[in-house]
């Protein structure tokens, strides 16, 4: 079955680094577009970055345009979230996505925490 594991949360300092990355399983991975959603305390769940199957194709959400970089591995099946700049606005369950067979699949997430 569809399986999204995401990896690389942790407690960042505000301006810090982190990369996050998703192992996917179950399917043609190269045959899909992946996403990076987040959820902060308290609010809603919120598109972050897509990238087409190849790679070719990224986009981004304007409050982390020029400073989150999504990138893929087909061959690792794996999608990567570089973040950097990081703000304590960005403290999220950072959560990876496809549309598969018709049904969005999810992570579990990765808990992505920026505080001093």
């Known amino acids: 079955q569809v399986q999204l594991v995401e990896s690389g949360g942790g407690l960042v300092q505000p301006g810090g680094s982190l990369r996050l990355s998703c192992s996917a399983s179950g399917f043609t991975f190269s045959s899909y577009s992946m996403n990076w959603y987040r959820q902060a305390p308290g609010k809603e769940r919120e598109f972050v970055a897509s990238i087409s199957n190849f790679g070719g194709l990224t986009n981004y959400a304007d409050s982390v345009k020029g400073r989150f970089t999504i990138s893929r591995d087909n061959a690792k099946k794996t999608v990567y979230l570089q973040m950097n700049s990081l703000k304590p606005d960005d403290t999220a369950v950072y959560y990876c996505?496809?549309?598969?067979?018709?049904?969005?699949?999810w992570g579990k997430g990765t808990l992505v925490t920026v505080s001093s």
């Open positions: 996505n496809t549309y598969y067979s018709l049904i969005n699949r």
